[in-house]
């Protein structure tokens, strides 16, 4: 694998009963690339997520991440080396602060996460508050995390993740449930932490003004298939990929 590419996937199958959820698909990801995964509800871009973090197994295949063939292991595993998903719906813990979120998250990344003895609120306070700086909810780093506004919840979501150092985040519609302007802000913030901290990016969006607009390369999905992978001009200008999904979207 050459070495400036930091995911590679091979033939990824999986069955749901009679459901071939995705088909035989395979693709590499160069370091540093954000790279959006675009299709129909049901394409398989979630399960194929899924399949590149070990959420759920492949019937065949194989996923390899930074030279090292990751599949089958244990999602915790995974995450120790450096490859972290944040969902649809915010993982948070809506009861605790945002501090408290990220200091677990940290906490965890520092092999602390099974001991018994109890957290003092200044154990990794700068690596905390330096990642809330990074996502812009420092000042709400004493609120009850349930009581703030979606937005901030994403933020805090992504916050959660970087605690975790990832070479590789994968974010599942990142812009769901914002509104347009927090989107575009929210997604320049993506950018902005995948430039300064290094790391490279998968996302599913559905919304494709957000997708031409951030994404470096676009993969297409079709009923579990990889149906192209281009750059947004070459995905617009697809003719096949036009009448399989964009439709008028892409004029």
Request: net charge negative.
């Given at each position: 694998?050459?070495?400036?590419?930091?995911?590679?996937?091979?033939?990824?199958?999986?069955?749901?009963?009679?459901?071939?959820?995705?088909?035989?698909?395979?693709?590499?990801?160069?370091?540093?690339?954000?790279?959006?995964?675009?299709?129909?509800?049901?394409?398989?871009?979630?399960?194929?997520?899924?399949?590149?973090?070990?959420?759920?197994?492949?019937?065949?295949?194989?996923?390899?991440?930074?030279?090292?063939?990751?599949?089958?292991?244990?999602?915790?595993?995974?995450?120790?080396?450096?490859?972290?998903?944040?969902?649809?719906?915010?993982?948070?813990?809506?009861?605790?602060?945002?501090?408290?979120?990220?200091?677990?998250?940290?906490?965890?990344?520092?092999?602390?996460?099974?001991?018994?003895?109890?957290v003092k609120q200044s154990y990794l306070r700068d690596e905390v508050e330096q990642?809330?700086?990074?996502?812009?909810?420092?000042?709400?780093?004493?609120?009850?995390?349930?009581?703030?506004?979606?937005?901030?919840?994403?933020?805090?979501?992504?916050?959660?993740?970087l605690a975790m150092e990832p070479r590789l985040l994968i974010l599942d519609e990142?812009?769901?449930?914002?509104?347009?302007?927090?989107?575009?802000?929210?997604?320049?913030?993506?950018?902005?932490?995948?430039?300064?901290?290094?790391?490279?990016?998968?996302?599913?969006?559905?919304?494709?003004?957000?997708?031409?607009?951030?994404?470096?390369?676009?993969?297409?999905?079709?009923?579990?298939?990889?149906?192209?992978?281009?750059?947004?001009?070459?995905?617009?200008?697809?003719?096949?990929?036009?009448?399989?999904?964009?439709?008028?979207?892409?004029?």
């Amino acid at each position: 694998m050459s070495d400036n590419i930091i995911l590679k996937a091979e033939g990824l199958n999986r069955y749901f009963g009679a459901l071939h959820a995705t088909k035989d698909v395979s693709f590499e990801v160069p370091d540093g690339q954000m790279r959006a995964f675009i299709g129909p509800n049901g394409a398989g871009k979630s399960t194929l997520m899924d399949l590149i973090c070990n959420r759920t197994t492949p019937n065949s295949g194989k996923v390899t991440f930074l030279g090292e063939d990751i599949t089958g292991l244990a999602p915790d595993k995974i995450v120790k080396k450096g490859m972290c998903k944040c969902f649809q719906i915010t993982q948070i813990f809506r009861d605790l602060t945002v501090y408290e979120n990220v200091q677990i998250s940290r906490i965890n990344m520092n092999k602390k996460a099974y001991s018994f003895l109890p957290v003092k609120q200044s154990y990794l306070r700068d690596e905390v508050e330096q990642i809330l700086e990074m996502v812009g909810i420092l000042d709400k780093m004493n609120t009850v995390s349930g009581y703030m506004s979606y937005g901030d919840q994403r933020r805090l979501d992504i916050a959660i993740a970087l605690a975790m150092e990832p070479r590789l985040l994968i974010l599942d519609e990142p812009a769901a449930g914002v509104a347009r302007e927090e989107a575009y802000t929210l997604m320049d913030l993506i950018r902005q932490l995948a430039q300064k901290r290094h790391m490279t990016m998968l996302f599913i969006e559905h919304d494709m003004e957000i997708v031409f607009n951030y994404a470096d390369e676009i993969s297409v999905m079709s009923e579990g298939a990889l149906i192209a992978t281009g750059t947004p001009d070459e995905i617009k200008n697809n003719e096949f990929v036009k009448k399989a999904y964009l439709g008028g979207m892409a004029e």
